[in-house]
């Protein structure tokens, strides 16, 4: 019997690419449907996260027009990852896996089969792994890149160039929803949770319309996050650089007090001066990044949910009520 295969888009402002994207959709889950790949009962699930514009109402007209779609809206803009978690807990309720994908299908809607595929051959979890960058300004490419290898040696499990386009199995979305971090960085925490995992590759292309959500501001604090959640290597690394200083001032005290008895001490002006500078900085910036775990643990012990589902478009057969 094949599995059912539900979809989980994250949408925020895509009036623009929602009617094409739901189009190519449809025409992909027919095929499957035909082809015997997927049920029958497999959906597919936009969630709108607090959007401004029209998104929700082309989501609703959607719904009505074909029982393929069903959506769930939350309650005000909760960003990406919070987005694709309530997809992802709600439709894990009801399907045998689960595909993420962003709502522009920037990302190769193809790569679908070969997910499937390794899926049936015994995968809970299948990374989708963009082949080339051609497709990103220059900026965005390698700070991507950077950022990839910035998490790695700070000990975070993240795949390069996997961003949230993947296929989960009913049990490893089971096992997701044990996790209860507020701070939420799917990439890291997928691999964290472990089972069988395989990867599959695919092409990105341009966006058809409308603007990447992406801002640049969104998009270092995502790293930061990332970053943050993870690994405590800043920590660690500040008090690696805590003792590097302290080896150095024992040097320059050393050399001062040999000055001092040999008679050499000049004004030293430029020296005093430097290292007030550096010295500040370094204290700032050590400061900077403890705030950034206390800020996390702060938000951590709130334990305050990670978003409210506003209004869900759902046919339930057996209780017959959307
Ligand atoms: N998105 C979201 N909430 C946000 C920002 C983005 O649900 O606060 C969705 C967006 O609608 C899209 C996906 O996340 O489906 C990826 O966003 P986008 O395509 O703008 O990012 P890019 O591809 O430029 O990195
Ligand atoms: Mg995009």
């Avoid at 992802?88 to 809607?109: C, P, R, Y």
């Avoid at 800043?234 to 050393?254: H, R």
């Amino acid at each position: 019997m094949s599995s059912i295969l539900y979809l989980v888009l994250p949408c925020y402002n895509e009036e623009a690419v929602l009617p094409d994207t739901a189009a190519a959709l449809e025409r992909k889950y027919h095929t499957l449907m035909e082809q015997g790949k997927i049920s029958r009962e497999s959906k597919i699930m936009f969630v709108n996260d607090g959007s401004g514009d029209r998104t929700w109402s082309i989501i609703t007209e959607l719904f009505h027009k074909n029982p393929l779609f069903c959506g769930i809206s939350l309650s005000r803009n909760r960003g990406h990852q919070n987005a694709v978690l309530a997809g992802l807990m709600t439709a894990g309720k009801k399907a045998d896996a689960v595909i993420s994908l962003d709502a522009d299908l920037q990302q190769d809607m193809d790569a679908i089969d070969l997910m499937l595929e390794k899926f049936e051959h015994g995968c809970d979890v299948v990374y989708g792994v963009r082949n080339a960058r051609d497709t990103d300004s220059f900026i965005k490419k390698n700070t991507a890149l950077g950022f990839y290898k910035l998490m790695q040696f700070m000990g975070c499990e993240v795949i390069t160039n996997h961003a949230d386009y993947r296929l989960l199995s009913r049990r490893v979305i089971e096992s997701l929803s044990e996790y209860e971090e507020v701070n939420l960085f799917l990439r890291g925490l997928i691999p964290a949770i472990g089972y069988p995992s395989d990867i599959v590759y695919f092409d990105v292309r341009e966006r058809q319309a409308g603007e990447s959500k992406y801002t640049m501001k969104k998009m270092i604090s995502f790293a930061v996050d990332g970053i943050t959640s993870f690994s405590i290597k800043p920590l660690q690394m500040i008090t690696l650089l805590g003792f590097l200083m302290l080896f150095v001032s024992v040097i320059m005290v050393i050399t001062t007090v040999v000055d001092y008895y040999t008679g050499r001490t000049v004004p030293g002006w430029a020296s005093s001066y430097c290292s007030t500078w550096f010295i500040g900085s370094v204290q700032l910036l050590s400061l900077g990044i403890i705030g950034e775990y206390i800020g996390k643990i702060y938000m951590e012990t709130k334990h305050r949910p990670k978003y409210h589902i506003e209004s869900c478009l759902w046919r339930e057969k057996e209780e017959g009520k959307e």
